[in-house]
Each structure stands twice: as C-alpha cells, then as structure tokens.
C-alpha cells in the first residue's frame, strides 16, 4: 500500500490550513506531523481518512497493484483514531468491545486478544464514564488490534498514556509497520523516533 500527496490544500471554515504538502508513504514507513495547535494536524488527518474534502492538490491511496482506494475500500483499509475518545459512559467497556468489533466486521474472537494487549481485563464490566483519561484512551487504541487495517491514522496517540501504555503502542506500531503497514501520526511529542517528519504551521 502507498500513500502520496502532491500540492494538497485544505480549508477549515473560511481559513486555509496548509496548502502544499507533499508526502510519499510506503509499505513498512511511518510519516510523524509535527507542528503547532491549529496548523492543521487533525485536519491532515481527517482528509486522508476522507472525512473532509480537498481545496488543491492531489491525495492518493493504492493498493499493492497501484490501483486507488476510493470509497467504501479505502474506509476498510484504515483506522482513523482521534483525540476524543467517544465512549458511551452507559456502556460497560467489554460493550464498547463488541460494538467496534460488530462495526469493524472483526471476529468475536479479537475481542479477547484486545483486551490483552491493552491491559483492559481489570475494567471490562465499568462504563465509560468511570474511567481515567489513560484508560479512555486504551480502549480507543484497541480498534487497532480488533481488525488488521494497513494503515493507521493516529491523532496525539500519546496523550494521557503512561509509559507500560506508551510502550504497549509502540510495540504494536513497530509489529503493524514490520508486517508492511503504514501509519500517519499527529504528535506534539516525539513519535516513533520521528523517522520521516512533516512540519505543518508553515506551509499556509
């Protein structure tokens, strides 16, 4: 999978955010964007995810063949988790499991292996609303073990996380991009050794 931009622009409300960005992602690499509070990090993030439009430029998702991801294919092809955590705070967490996985089409039998992964076991039968920050923030992060999706779109993945979580991440990440995943990161802390960077905040 290869993920390319060329020229890209975008608004937000009257205002223009970035305009252009250039980047080529490839299978097994990672893009860190770095820049600061509404130089249109999240933005970035949701025009890849094809949650908002494009004002210039050209945004590119292919698969193996070179062929472009539109639509109902490219929204299988990633995970989109952003800064807000949407917990229902009726819903007991192992609920919570179970909706993403009806809603990702991931077999039951995922929800187990997330539940591991991201250390929940000791607080599958609270509801959202009783929840840390911290813990909010690692049900979130278990979509990316409930379904295999090649490209991740992660939005300050680090915020609230303490270091056995950020370490959790990590690994996972380090295991997504070995396989030949990609990721797309928004960070205002060094992410993953901020391999290939983007600075947003200039480029408007």
């Not at 600061?36 to 430029?57: C, D, E, F, W, Y």
């Not at 109902?72 to 949407?86: C, K, N, V």
């Amino acid at each position: 999978m290869r993920l390319v931009a060329e020229g890209l622009a975008a608004l937000r409300g009257e205002r223009i955010v970035f305009r252009n960005i250039a980047f080529d992602v490839g299978a097994g690499q990672a893009l860190v964007l770095h820049g600061p509070n509404g130089s249109g990090k999240t933005t970035l993030l949701r025009v890849i995810a094809g949650l908002l439009g494009v004002m210039a430029g050209r945004l590119g998702l292919f698969d193996d063949n070179g062929d472009a991801l539109t639509d109902e294919r490219r929204d299988q092809s990633l995970h989109l988790i952003g800064h807000q955590d949407a917990l229902r705070s009726q819903l007991r967490i192992y609920e919570t499991l179970q909706f993403h996985a009806a809603l990702l089409g991931a077999p039951v039998g995922k929800i187990d292996e997330a539940i591991d992964a991201w250390g929940l076991a000791p607080f599958i039968d609270l509801g959202g609303g009783l929840l840390s920050a911290g813990q909010r923030r690692r049900v979130s992060l278990a979509r990316l073990t409930l379904q295999h999706r090649p490209l991740w779109l992660l939005d300050e993945p680090l915020v609230a996380l303490d270091a056995l979580t950020r370490s959790r991440l990590n690994e996972a990440c380090r295991k997504h991009l070995e396989t030949g995943g990609l990721i797309v990161a928004a960070s205002h802390e060094p992410f993953l050794g901020d391999r290939h960077t983007l600075s947003l905040g200039k480029h408007i």
